[in-house]
Structure formats: structure tokens, C-alpha cells
């Protein structure tokens, strides 16, 4: 068709997308790409992480297994490094100094607030007294519970496993409304409670979960000897990871075949 002008065409054109927009679309395909690897990375390393955290466990429950298996001996007969007495089942022989009994709040049981009943056990012949933690204790708000409620007879041999006292601790361990009370136990503060020194462990009495009787509170169990969700968490992290990638390469394989047709037609009218 012609005009005064010269041609024009019946053809309608189809203008081809701007170099600018490309780029701009293909940052963001780069950046959502660099997202996804970072994301996978970062899930990676936490599902080593709780490998690492599974090792360690099942180091400690070899340890604690064969430490219990080992013969009880007397608080003499201990290694006096505490490292290395922990877990060692022991038998004392003494009584019971209940007017230093020490509570230790904030202890949780089955999803209860409770605390734990620590009682020094004055050996014969010896000058330095043994903690005891007897058992654990129902209380509403975890610090508060009736002492006398809960005495029992130690004329008996008593047999349990070492705990050393907490270390690396940070703040203080007392409690200022509550004096027979403590946060965690610390040698240093137990002594100058008792007016004796103390070892610088406490037995964690065994038996049955209701004791000899009904003022004895219920004693505490070793650790338990499981693995713990730390592989199942592992697996999480790695799915996690693995759906990042994959779902990062199907949504740019999608985009690509998207913008196909689109490229090829423009290609083709910027030709014509």
C-alpha cells in the first residue's frame, strides 16, 4: 500500500523486549538462585550440626552406661578428679543433717513444676559431709515445698550415682526471698551454709519411683540412654535444603520455558 509518504505496512509489528528488561529479569532469576543456594547451605549445616549433636550423644550414653556398670565403692575409693567419678554408683552410710536440707528450684518432671530435695548425709569419721539428692518434689511454683513432709530414715546403706556440681555458672545461685533455697548447687556456698566442708559432688539416690515409703520423695533416674530427635531433626534440615534447590530449579526452568515462545516471536517480527 502506498501513500504521499511512501510505504506502509498492513503488517503489525511485534517490538522485541528491551535489552534493560532482560537484564532485570535475569537478576532476578540470579538473585532468587543465590537465595536458594544460601538457604540450602545454611539448612545443610545444621543437618550436620545435629549429626554432630547425635555423636556426642551417643558418646555420652557409652559413657554413662559404662561408668553405671561399673562396682560401687565407697566415697573414699572415688577418683578424686569429679570428671571422672561422674556417673560412678557409690554406697554411703551416715545420717541425715535435715536442718541444712537445701532446695533447688525450677526442676521440671513430666511437664510438672518441681523442685529436688538435697540433703547432706554427715559421714562417721569424716569431717566432710556427702550432698544427697534424694528425690524430686511436686511444687506449684517451683521453689516452694513442706521439708518435714519428706524425711526418711537413712540407717541403711544408700546407694546412688555421682553428679559434680555445676561449673561455668554465671550470677548467684541464691535465691533472696527464699533462704534454704538454691538456683543450682556450688560447694563454696553449700559450706558456708552447713558451717562443714562438703564434697564437691552430690549423690543422686536410686530406687524405685515411690521409694520405701510415703515420706520418701520419688528418686531421680539416670539420663536417659537414647538418641534423642537429633537424627530426625538431621533429616528435617536435609529435606529442607533439598526442596530449596529443587524448588528453586523448577520455578527457573518454568520462567525459561515461559519466556521461550515470547524471545522466539519477537526474534522473528525484529527479523521482519
Known amino acids: 500500500m502506498w501513500s504521499g509518504f ?25 538473585l532468587f538462585l543465590f537465595v536458594a543456594v544460601v538457604a540450602a547451605s545454611v539448612c545443610a549445616r545444621l543437618g550436620f550440626w545435629q549429626l554432630s549433636r547425635l555423636s556426642e550423644r551417643r558418646a555420652r550414653n557409652a559413657l554413662v552406661a559404662a561408668r553405671l556398670a ?19 554408683r557409690v554406697t554411703l552410710r551416715g545420717e541425715y543433717d535435715y536442718a541444712h536440707e537445701i532446695v533447688l528450684t525450677n526442676r521440671a518432671r513430666e511437664g510438672s513444676p518441681g523442685v529436688y530435695i538435697v540433703t547432706p548425709l554427715r559421714i562417721p569419721g569424716s569431717d566432710t559431709a556427702v550432698l544427697v539428692t534424694r528425690g524430686w518434689v511436686y511444687s506449684p511454683d517451683a521453689a516452694t515445698v513442706d ?16 553428679v559434680p556440681f555445676p561449673s561455668g555458672r554465671r550470677g548467684s545461685p541464691t535465691l533472696a526471698r527464699r533462704p ?6 556450688t560447694q563454696d556456698e553449700v559450706s558456708r551454709r552447713t558451717g562443714y566442708p562438703v564434697a564437691p559432688y552430690t549423690v543422686v539416690l536410686l530406687g524405685g519411683s515411690r521409694g520405701g515409703g510415703d515420706s520418701v520423695p520419688p528418686r531421680i533416674a539416670p539420663p536417659p540412654l537414647d538418641e534423642g530427635p ?31 515462545p515470547d524471545e522466539r516471536g519477537n526474534d522473528k517480527s525484529s527479523r521482519g
Do not use: C, M
Not at 533429616?235 to 535444603?241: C, I, N, T, V
Open 147 to 162: 521439708l518435714a513432709r519428706w524425711r526418711e530414715h537413712s540407717d541403711s546403706a544408700l546407694t546412688g550415682f555421682v
Open 230 to 260: 537429633h537424627l530426625n531433626y538431621a533429616f528435617q534440615w536435609f529435606s529442607f535444603g533439598a526442596i530449596a534447590l529443587v524448588g528453586a530449579a523448577i520455578f527457573l526452568s518454568s520462567e525459561r520455558r515461559k519466556r521461550g
Open 6 to 30: 511512501g510505504p506502509i505496512s498492513i503488517f503489525t509489528f511485534r517490538f522485541p523486549v528491551s535489552t534493560p528488561a532482560i537484564a532485570l529479569v535475569a537478576r532476578r532469576h540470579l
Open 180 to 185: 534454704g533455697a538454691l538456683r543450682w548447687l
Open 70 to 88: 561399673l562396682p560401687t565403692v565407697s566415697p573414699a575409693e572415688l577418683p578424686r578428679d569429679t570428671g571422672l567419678a561422674r556417673f560412678r
